[in-house]
Structures are given as structure tokens and as C-alpha cells.
């Protein structure tokens, strides 16, 4: 029973290096010389702990698994690496003495590494299945030579086979198993950046769908009445004309503003922002707006609400959510506006309106470059908003009722 707790042993000081990698640096380093370091320090990591806590044998064997972390780290690394890791190998056996123990271990490598690196471009290039078969056959090789050399080295006793025959079948197990298990990884991260990909691309041709159609428009309506003053007409008729035109390329040159916000959200030129200074700000900027709109702004700020951010940024964010709640009142109506510092150092910014409110599903729906409530609107300023927000370190929380209103709660770390 000891034995086989042992072996588990060594199983999870190999694994846990290995998921280690993969859960906290793969795909984190854009460097590939660090990238590979870390991997070859991993796997050498597991070389070291797999001999410091060997299964002792009748006192006299010390068997190990420092054979898996040394083939698969120099099959997935390359030659480099497996130079790297023989040596550990034979460092670390000299260290703990040199006897017939370490002369096995070197003449084993001495034999089996060349054959491993040139095994290596092979495994590279091939597909999962054949790339489990090359490292067991590499593993079973290993193993034949090891038991050779420990038969020339001890003689052909019974025990000697017995012991090694266990070994034997324990490293192909366990070779299979974790070169299996890194396939798998490496397959479910390829997958995962595929299916990245693939929504990278579908966002793009919503939004150039998106841009194309909203842009059109404008541009389509400019067109016309430019043909309009070509013909004959009165003056009065053919100004209107002028000034829809104009209209309508501003609400084109909106649109180009909007999708350049979310193209490139500035993030730089951060200073410390006094948040409701900045509310009262964008009320000024939007009163006239809300009167026009016979809604009522309510506002009740605290001071010393104090933040890091783009001011220019925090006020076109404001004014995109506070539009979109007069907007949403073509009644009119009122919205409250409050500002304070919590308790846990954030600010918090409420803006809740009694308008049509939202279901829970158009709710989920917000930020989406291609959904809006509004008929004319493309649903950008408010996918620009939640972008600033989140490049603040700050969330977002919507609240809504159909029929009743929408709150928008927006927490921003404070200093």
C-alpha cells in the first residue's frame, strides 16, 4: 500500500508543475523565449521533486518517474530544454552521491537522450495520436535502457526484473496519461482561441454592418437634397434643404465619433477627478436638452468624491446614460441623479429615471454595438460608456422594471 501512495506521489509532483503552467502562464506570456524558460524551469521542477521523494525499494532501490517531466519537457520544449534537463538529472544524482546508482542514470541518458532529440522534430510536426505513440515509444526505449544498463551494472537477479518490470509498466502508464492529458490542454486552448477568433470577426461584420447602414443613411439623405438645389425653387425652400444636409452629416460624423470612442477609448492622461464636480458639469451641458425633453433633473451630490480618470471621458459617459434616461421619457418625467463615496472606497454614481423601463433581457442586451432601444440609435454610446467604465476598474449594475423606470448603478474605484 506504501508503494502505491508513492507512486501517486510522484504522479502529482509532475502534475501539479504541468497544471500549474497551463492555469497561471499559458497564453499569458507574449515572449516566447520567457515563455519557454518557464516551461523548462516547470518540467525541471518536476525532475527535482520526483527525486527528492523517490519509492524506496527493500532499502536499496530508489525508483523514480523523473524520465516523464525529462522526455515530455524536451519533446514540447526542444533540445535546449532536454540538454537542460539531463543535466539537472546528473547534477542532482551526483549530489546525492556518486555510486552505481548515478552511473546507471548517466549511461542511461548518455544512450537514450540522443535518440529522444532526434525523435523531437518528429513529434513536433505530428498530429495528437502519433504524438502520444512517439513519446511511449521514447518512454519504453528509456526504460530498456535503463534496465540494461542496470543489468550489466548489478547482474541479472530475479529482484532486479521483478523491481523493474513495475518501474517499467508505471513509466508507460504514466507517459500515456500525462502526454494525453498536455494534448488535451493544448487542444482546448487552441479551441478557445479559435472560438475568440471567430467572435472577433463576427463583432466586426456587425459593426461594419452596423456603420454601413448608419452611415448610408445620412449620407443618402445629403445626397438628394444637394440634387434638390440644382433645380429651380425659392430661396426660403432651397436653405431648408441646406440645413437638413447639414443635419444629416453631422448625425454621419456622430456616428464615425462614436465607433473612433470605441476604437480607441482613451486611457491615458488619468488625474484625479472630483466625480460630482463633473455631475454637475454634464447637468449644465444636458438642462437645456432635458427642459426641451420637459424632463425635470434631480440631483443630490456629496463632495470629496474623489477618483482617478479622463475627465473628458467621465463626462462623455455620463451624458450617453443620462441622455438615453430623458430619452426614455417622451412624456417627460424626472430623474434623480446621486453621487457618494461607499464605505468599502468606491464612488458611486446612481441615474434613475421613471421611463419605459427595460425587461430583463434587453437589460443583458446593453453594450452591444448593434442593439438599442431607440429607432434611430446603433446602441454604440452606450457600448462606449461601458468601456469607460471598465477601463476605470469600475462595474456597471442596471436595475429595471418595464413600465416603471431604470436605475443605472456605476462604482468607480476611489482614491
Not at 518540467?43 to 521533486?49: A, D, E, K, Q, R
Not at 518528429?122 to 502520444?132: I, T
Not at 482617478?308 to 459617459?317: E, F, H, R, S, V
Request: aromatic share 12%; hydrophobic share 45%.
Amino acid at each position: 500500500m506504501n508503494e502505491i501512495k508513492d507512486f501517486l506521489l510522484q504522479l502529482s509532483l509532475i502534475a501539479v508543475p504541468m497544471f500549474s503552467y497551463h492555469l497561471f502562464f499559458k497564453g499569458h506570456l507574449k515572449n516566447k523565449n520567457h515563455d519557454l524558460l518557464v516551461k523548462s524551469a516547470f518540467w525541471g521542477f518536476s525532475i527535482l521533486l520526483c527525486m527528492s521523494f523517490p519509492l524506496d525499494v527493500g532499502g536499496e532501490y530508489r525508483l523514480d518517474i523523473r524520465i516523464i517531466p525529462l522526455l515530455l519537457g524536451t519533446l514540447y520544449c526542444g533540445w535546449k530544454t532536454g540538454i537542460f534537463l539531463s543535466f539537472i538529472v546528473i547534477l542532482y544524482r551526483l549530489y546525492s552521491g556518486l555510486d552505481l546508482g548515478f552511473l546507471n542514470t548517466f549511461l542511461t541518458l548518455l544512450v537514450a537522450i540522443p535518440v529522444i532529440l532526434y525523435f523531437q522534430k518528429s513529434f513536433e510536426l505530428a498530429k495528437r495520436n502519433k504524438r502520444v505513440k512517439i513519446a511511449i515509444f521514447l518512454s519504453f526505449y528509456y526504460c530498456l535502457v535503463g534496465v540494461f544498463w542496470l543489468c550489466i551494472l548489478r547482474g541479472f537477479a530475479s529482484m532486479n526484473i521483478q523491481i523493474q518490470t513495475i518501474h517499467f509498466l508505471f513509466v508507460l502508464f504514466s507517459t500515456w496519461l500525462f502526454t494525453t492529458l498536455n494534448e488535451n490542454i493544448r487542444e482546448i486552448y487552441q479551441l478557445r482561441l479559435e472560438i475568440e477568433d471567430a467572435e472577433k470577426s463576427r463583432l466586426i461584420s456587425e459593426l461594419t454592418s452596423v456603420f454601413a447602414h448608419e452611415i448610408r443613411n445620412p449620407m443618402q439623405v445629403t445626397r438628394g437634397f444637394l440634387q434638390l438645389l440644382k433645380e429651380p425653387g425659392s430661396w426660403d425652400k432651397k436653405k431648408d434643404y441646406i440645413q437638413i444636409s447639414i443635419e444629416e452629416l453631422d448625425r454621419a460624423n456622430d456616428v464615425i465619433n462614436d465607433l473612433l470612442s470605441f476604437g480607441k477609448p482613451s486611457t491615458s492622461d488619468h488625474k484625479k477627478v472630483e466625480v460630482c464636480t463633473e455631475v454637475r458639469r454634464v447637468i449644465n451641458i444636458i438642462k437645456a436638452y432635458s427642459m426641451h425633453q420637459n424632463v425635470i433633473i434631480e440631483a443630490n451630490l456629496s463632495d470629496n468624491c474623489w477618483i482617478d480618470a479622463n475627465p473628458q471621458k467621465l463626462k462623455q459617459c455620463m451624458i450617453n446614460i443620462l441622455k438615453n434616461a430623458i430619452e426614455s421619457m417622451p412624456e417627460g418625467g424626472t430623474v434623480w441623479i446621486t453621487c457618494r463615496k461607499t464605505e468599502d472606497g468606491f464612488v458611486e454614481i446612481k441615474i434613475k429615471d421613471e421611463g419605459i423601463g427595460m425587461t430583463k433581457e434587453q437589460v443583458d442586451s446593453l453594450g452591444s454595438p448593434y442593439y438599442s432601444l431607440k429607432e434611430s440609435g446603433t446602441g454604440l454610446g452606450m457600448m462606449v460608456s461601458f468601456q469607460i467604465i471598465q477601463s476605470l476598474k469600475g462595474k456597471v449594475r442596471v436595475h429595471s422594471e418595464k413600465g416603471i423606470g431604470t436605475e443605472f448603478s456605476i462604482l468607480l474605484p476611489g482614491t
